[in-house]
């Protein structure tokens, strides 16, 4: 047999389709398929020219976050089992509410805070990535504190674009690791700072990547700079959070909703 | 009545669930709800915990992407309706494919590419934004091209952290715009180039917002720096976005599935 063809379609960017479908077809161990993401099916005539890729690619299936149903109707000619989130739910959730659902006034985003505050966000954690502008620190909502390469940049970049945060992030340098306390200029915003911190070993191993066999890579010096932070931290009372084995995704995810 | 709470709960970050969630919602015009995104339920324990946040909150109702059937089946006991992505799909695609799920192998991630590679393609974005490091070209898997504020920056950072690909930006500034084609740095990678435009109106007020009352911000300035820029993209036969009406995520799914 051909091998499975898996359609994520969407009337948006297809991120939240994919995830979705990822999600519900690694339930199946084994399972081999070809991924298609089909975005901007915003038209009942694209989803028309939709339905002849599908007929051409068959096996195929289709999972989709179709929010106007004229548009999951044309679609259903394809002859591939269809598994759209709206239909599934609309109807239920209508029902339960009492109202009626309007055509196409849904939208899924992948991204859920308003635009510009997002685009200014990332503005932000550029002006302000790695202590740059410690002047600024004022306006941010959240500060990053940690080790260099602790990951603080890719998650102050995530928290701006997909939650509209404001996050500046600041390393804690060797010098300021020689102090017994976190930096004054960090003191002065306590309730913002979140700490990131991750195992020695792995600390060492990203930065060997950048510079191989150096002092700063060792792992003896990993280990005498995470702990020297790490106490430091601990006596300011900030929350810290693990970054070994987590994603950036996660780490956002931590700091905006748990800590 | 009291006023609905949404919980909108996820076994990882709650960024599908939350996206899902409010694309539904969005449908029943008028509807007002309190959401509350709840990550992390992965385990059934704390199922159990959050069944009393929910008893709580009544009127609630719950969406959720939980992908372990023992957590989902702890948390229905909340009483509130609940909606899950797993417990509408699951027994149906296992059916059509004729293969059982397994529990808790799926995992719902907003981001689908691996890991590093993400990671190394925002280091990448950093390394080369406006034109930085132009003899890194050759490792961008695309270049985007535009006037400066024309929200390159964004898009690529945005490039990196969902899709992993390594996008450069390059400003195309009034030194270049002088010229008939496009700088010789940028001709020698032509089948990486993407172009950014907008509308002359929009990036005024995006420029007015940085440099008030400048020339640079000026209307009439906007619009010779835009049409040089585009007759230039276009002379060179690369594909051209504008920017005007759509969001990053809109940009960046256009570049990765359709130009």
Do not use: W
């Not at 109707?73 to 659902?101: H, I, N, Q």
């Not at 997002?118 to 954690?125: C, G, K, M, T, W």
């Not at 280990?223 to 300011?236: D, F, T, Y």
């Amino acid at each position: 047999m051909q091998k499975l063809t898996v359609f994520f379609v969407s009337d948006h960017t297809g991120v939240t389709a994919e995830a979705v479908g990822h999600s519900l077809l690694s339930q199946f161990r084994g399972l081999e398929y070809r991924a298609q993401t089909v975005p901007f099916i915003d038209t009942p005539a694209k989803a028309v020219a939709l339905t002849e890729r599908v007929r051409a690619a068959m096996p195929a299936l289709v999972i989709s976050t179709l929010t106007d149903q004229a548009i999951r109707a044309k679609l259903r000619d394809c002859e591939a089992p269809l598994f759209d989130v709206f239909d599934a739910f609309s109807a239920p959730l209508a029902t339960m509410l009492g109202m009626a659902p309007t055509a196409s006034s849904g939208q899924i985003h992948g991204m859920s805070n308003s635009y510009h505050a997002r685009i200014d966000a990332v503005n932000f954690a550029l002006a302000v990535d790695d202590g740059l502008n410690p002047e600024r620190l004022g306006e941010a909502d959240l500060i990053l504190v940690g080790v260099s390469r602790a990951g603080k940049t890719p998650v102050s970049l995530y928290l701006a674009l997909q939650y509209g945060k404001k996050a500046a992030n600041y390393p804690l340098t060797p010098e300021d690791l020689g102090v017994a306390t976190l930096p004054p200029v960090l003191l002065a915003h306590r309730e913002k700072l979140r700490g990131l911190t991750l195992s020695a070993e792995r600390l060492s191993q990203i930065r060997n990547e950048r510079l191989p066999n150096s002092r700063y890579a060792s792992l003896e010096n990993c280990r005498s700079e995470l702990q020297a932070a790490e106490g430091m931290m601990a006596a300011s009372g900030i929350a810290v959070i693990d970054s070994t084995r987590r994603s950036v995704e996660e780490i956002a995810a931590m700091i905006v909703h748990t800590v």
